[in-house]
């Protein structure tokens, strides 16, 4: 498991070690580096794919091998620009380090060249560890099996198309959603057993409509491959109504959303990671909460779990899974990014919960909105009822 995410001159933070969990809830307003801290462990994953392909030996200063050229946009949906924007504005440096570390073991840090006289829409690796894939065992985000969604997902739509890939995924975006649920059925892909909330089987087709379920009550899945056309359709129906099922685009866009994290959940093997950003989109507050505990649980099953999210109600699932023994409570932290008075990096609030899931602080700005509301609401109103009385 990763304990650490360490980085040095990347975008807003000059020097900062980011602790994690086995799962962890990043959140913060916006432009306070929720996203750089993913985006760090994104590039670190695409070195160990170079890696892979130079069968490990990734050590040494060869900027002109074309293998050790790290893409900042596209690879992993990364829309990161060029090596300008990169490095942070106060270090005058080309260097940037990220690593991660993980239980006991030394950090993996690796080094790249960002050029900010010549920007460059990739940046070098100068230097990593020559056993960077001997450790992925312990450190998930080099494994081969690997779930991430970004925040920008495809949204509904009627047919998806298939993929030849090395493990069952929706894609990044989610755009292989039903060709996953297609292919989990066609295998009898079973899931883990803290995710199994329909006790009589552990089928991936009846614990995923048992999830939608929480998320929008009677939810049915169905999936209809055509090699043909080399895609899959989808349709979306209700149990028990006398409707037929709707294509996604009949359905609205949580659905569409929700669904592929819910696939990408079940799918994940343990020992395996889970990246997703924003679970909660164009969800209601219900559904929000019932994604925190979704998540919680597929933690639970022994997969690393890391969220970003502006919802409380996600944060709120998190802690009542604690209280109702899916998840340990140590087991979960939360992340709050805010930015100081002065210029600087963002300042970090590391938070975790006791037994009781009460949390051990809340920093100003930490879902904190709604007493700020109501609070001014009732000053409002006993203005207004002054007034009356005058």
Not at 47 to 60: P, Q
Request: with cysteine; aromatic share 6%; hydrophobic share 45%.
């Amino acid at each position: 498991m990763i304990r650490d995410v360490h980085l040095t001159n990347f975008k807003c933070f000059q020097q900062e070690r980011i602790p994690l969990n086995r799962l962890t809830v990043l959140s913060g307003g916006n432009g306070v580096g929720k996203s750089s801290v993913i985006q760090s462990l994104l590039l670190l994953r695409q070195t160990g794919d170079r890696a892979r392909l130079l069968t490990g030996a990734v050590s040494g200063t060869d900027g002109g091998h074309p293998l050790l050229s790290i893409k900042l946009n596209d690879e992993y949906r990364l829309n990161l620009g060029n090596s300008a924007t990169l490095t942070n504005a106060d270090i005058e440096s080309d260097i940037v380090v990220l690593g991660v570390s993980g239980d006991d073991t030394e950090p993996v840090l690796c080094s790249f060249e960002a050029s900010n006289t010549k920007p460059t829409t990739s940046i070098v690796c100068l230097e990593a560890p020559g056993d960077l894939l001997a450790r992925a065992g312990a450190l998930p985000i080099f494994r081969q099996e690997f779930h991430y969604l970004v925040a920008e997902r495809v949204g509904p739509r009627d047919l998806q198309p298939m993929a030849d890939q090395p493990f069952i995924s929706t894609g990044y975006a989610g755009e292989f959603t039903a060709f996953a649920i297609s292919q989990a059925e066609a295998e009898g892909r079973m899931v883990a057993k803290p995710l199994c909330i329909v006790a009589d089987s552990s089928l991936f087709r009846i614990q995923l409509e048992a999830w939608m379920g929480r998320l929008v009550p009677g939810a049915q899945i169905f999936t209809t491959p055509h090699p043909d056309l080399n895609r899959v359709q989808m349709a979306i129906g209700r149990r028990g109504a006398t409707a037929r099922a709707l294509p996604p685009a009949n359905t609205g866009f949580g659905i569409s959303y929700a669904l592929p994290v819910v696939v990408s959940g079940l799918l994940a093997a343990p020992g395996s990671m889970l990246i997703v950003e924003n679970p909660e989109a164009h969800l209601h507050p219900g559904a929000q909460t019932a994604i925190g505990i979704f998540l919680a649980s597929v933690a639970s099953s022994g997969v690393q779990v890391l969220v970003e999210t502006h919802s409380e109600n996600v944060l709120n699932g998190v802690r009542l899974a604690a209280l109702r023994d899916i998840i340990p409570y140590d087991d979960a932290r939360f992340l709050f990014l805010s930015l100081g008075e002065g210029p600087g990096q963002p300042i970090l609030h590391p938070i975790t919960m006791d037994k009781a899931a009460e949390l051990t602080s809340w920093p100003p700005g930490f879902f904190d909105q709604q007493g700020a509301d109501l609070a001014e609401m009732m000053k409002a109103r006993r203005a207004l009822a002054a007034q009356a009385k005058s």
